[in-house]
């Protein structure tokens, strides 16, 4: 991603109220952190518990969503995916999110929901967390085609909650 100023997520998102997007609590580490190494900026909302945000830059353009997390988590004992990153992980480090749709969809209650990382740091993810039958290959090679794909996989999902 290339680096935003606070104003700019604020401005980004398309699901929330004007009041919403200017109270909600950015990343602890926003000032330190590395863009080059976002595809997607995911992180939860340190002052609301089941709130979080994506936001990403698709087509030139900053589009930031308000997710919320289900409240009953999945076990920790069974396996789960993110089907942002496709991180296999124990069920309770991954959290349906639902997000409200923009226009009357939105208004009307419509949400689309799925499965994420709970603390939504897909983007760390994608270079950390790689898959045992990749391993053999060039990691640079990974970590650039996994990168790809949660770019694609997010841009999804931002589709389908702008959708009309
Ligand atoms: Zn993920």
Redesign the pocket.
Known sequence: MTPLSETEVRRSFVNCSRGEAKTLTLPRDFDELDWSRQVVLGWRDPKAPLRGYLVAQVDDETVGIAVRAAESSMSGRTAAM?L??Q?AQPGDAVSLFTARRTGNAGRNGNTVGTY??ADLR?ST?VRTEIPPWLLDRDPAEVVAERSLELRERVRGFLDSVRRP
Do not use: I, K
Request: proline share 0%; net charge positive; charged share 10%.
């Open positions: 993110c942002l990153c991180t994420v990382c897909c993810r």
